[in-house]
């Protein structure tokens, strides 16, 4: 069984994307301030620089096939900064949708796995959605 090692720096990772989730929803909330957006979006990108390390995250946004994803959440994250966080927001979350499609078939069987979520997830109509979007040996190995 492969162990995640957790060190400071990730520890400190994870915080940091947390506050960076959490502020953006804050900025939603608060009818897209764009200030409480903008130090989301700072915070969870320093997050997971600091989770998964500088190298890997730039092996990550430069791939060839997240560049679409890339170059969406950062022309939403300028057009959040400049003062236009609704379009920002748009672009930001289909860049995410974008970025991040690899890591929900991971995600499905994680959250299957934890007690009484999973037995939730487990029922044969929320079973078979899963299924559907989980995919066949799509999952991204963690």
Same mark, same amino acid.
């Given at each position: 069984m492969v162990s995640f090692?957790?060190?400071?720096?990730?520890?400190?990772?994870? $915080?940091?994307?947390?506050?960076?989730?959490?502020?953006?929803?804050?900025?939603?909330?608060?009818?897209?301030?764009? $200030?409480?957006?903008?130090?989301?979006?700072?915070?969870?990108?320093?997050?997971?620089?600091?989770?998964?390390?500088?190298?890997?995250?730039?092996?990550?946004?430069?791939?060839?096939?997240?560049?679409?994803?890339?170059?969406?959440?950062?022309? $939403?994250?300028?057009?959040?900064?400049?003062?236009?966080?609704?379009? $920002?927001?748009?672009?930001?979350?289909?860049?995410?949708?974008?970025?991040?499609?690899?890591?929900?078939?991971?995600?499905?069987?994680?959250?299957?796995?934890?007690?009484?979520?999973?037995?939730?997830?487990?029922?044969?109509?929320?079973?078979?959605?899963?299924?559907?979007?989980?995919?066949?040996?799509?999952?991204?190995?963690?």
């Amino acid at each position: 069984m492969v162990s995640f090692e957790m060190n400071d720096r990730k520890k400190i990772g994870l $915080g940091l994307t947390g506050f960076g989730i959490f502020f953006s929803f804050m900025g939603i909330i608060f009818f897209f301030d764009k $200030g409480l957006l903008a130090m989301g979006n700072i915070l969870f990108i320093s997050g997971v620089t600091l989770t998964i390390g500088l190298k890997s995250t730039m092996q990550f946004f430069t791939k060839r096939q997240n560049f679409k994803g890339t170059i969406s959440f950062g022309v $939403g994250f300028f057009l959040v900064v400049i003062g236009w966080p609704i379009f $920002g927001m748009i672009l930001e979350a289909y860049g995410f949708i974008v970025l991040f499609s690899g890591f929900w078939p991971t995600l499905a069987v994680f959250l299957q796995r934890i007690p009484v979520l999973g037995w939730l997830l487990q029922q044969p109509y929320v079973r078979s959605l899963f299924d559907r979007f989980r995919g066949r040996g799509r999952r991204v190995p963690v």
